[in-house]
Every structure is written in C-alpha cells, then in structure tokens.
C-alpha cells in the first residue's frame, strides 16, 4: 500500500439515493447506499448507515441566551452488506430499509433536522461516508419550548427587582378596579 493509498487516495466514495426524501413517523425510510469504485480495488469490512435528529433551541449562559443544537441517532448505525471486495470505477448498489419509530416531531427549518448518514469500514484507510438530510412530514408538531433556566419577555424571575411599571399577572396597581368591585 502505497502512502496515498492510506489517506484514501484512488479509493472510492459513498452517495444516498433514497426511494424519496420523504418519510412519515412509523413508516419504513428505503433506498439504496451507492458506494463508487475509486481507481483501484478495496476491502470493504462494514458498511452502515443511520439516521439522526438534530434539534436547535436557545439556552439561557451567563453570556444571554445562546444557541444549542442537541443531535441524537433515532436509528441506530445499521449494517447494510457484508464484507466485499470493490471493482476499480464500479458503482456497487446496496439497498437499505428503516424502520421509523412513530411519534417523531415534523422536519422544522432552524429547529428539527434529520439526516441519513452512512460509513464504510475500510482497514488501513480513511473511511469515507456521506450524509443526505430528509423530511419528517406528518408527524407531531415540534415542541419548540425553552431550556430551562430561560426566560420569555415579559416573565419576572424569582428574586428579580420590579421595575417601576412592571405587574405580575393578577397584581393590581393603586387605582385600579377589580371586576365588581364598587366604587365609593
């Protein structure tokens, strides 16, 4: 093996082709993970894929509110093949199904995000992969609510100084008239 070999040069690359970028919660996500042939022969002892969910939302630092993003697997990296030996230039198709558990929140733009993600394991050598997001459509609504320890406007915090001019809900100001109190 040469020395550029070991870094992946002349090896090939991956691509995700889903049946379509659409998928409902409790529905199967399937297609096919393409792996090119490079300009020579690899071993190829794993190839998986998985799909993840990346969720944004703000958290409250002592900087001021902060952007967070969570991401976690919601299936797990899956085997795709057995080991195999790659043609030099030849495109190997090897087909995929996941299974989605129901119940996942609807793909947000800036807050729900899901992504296909596969790998291949090839020994002595960088392992290419490839990542291709897709839609959750039909599915809940996404629970967009603060982290703790944040604030929304207008929300007093405990131990925080009123301001001249700020009310809680329910507090009344002198002068003013709860319903069916009477004047005198």
């Not at 409902?24 to 792996?35: D, R």
Request: aromatic share 4%.
């Amino acid at each position: 093996m040469g020395l550029f070999d070991m870094f992946g040069a002349g090896g090939g690359s991956l691509s995700i082709q889903p049946v379509s970028p659409h998928v409902t919660p409790g529905q199967a996500l399937v297609g096919n993970v393409v792996f090119q042939g490079g300009s020579r022969s690899q071993q190829i002892n794993a190839l998986t894929i998985r799909l993840t969910q990346e969720t944004r939302s703000m958290q409250m630092t002592n900087q001021g509110p902060q952007p967070r993003t969570d991401s976690r697997d919601i299936v797990p990296a899956t085997p795709i093949t057995q080991p195999f030996q790659t043609t030099p230039g030849q495109p190997t198709m090897l087909p995929f199904q996941l299974q989605l558990p129901p119940g996942l929140p609807n793909s947000t733009p800036n807050q729900v995000t899901y992504h296909l993600r596969t790998t291949a394991d090839i020994p002595g050598e960088v392992d290419p992969g490839a990542s291709l997001e897709v839609q959750v459509v039909g599915g809940m609504q996404p629970q967009m609510g603060m982290q703790p320890g944040m604030m929304q406007p207008g929300m007093m915090q405990p131990g925080m100084p009123m301001q001249p001019g700020m009310m809680q809900p329910g507090m009344m100001q002198p002068g003013m008239m709860q319903p069916g109190m009477m004047q005198p």
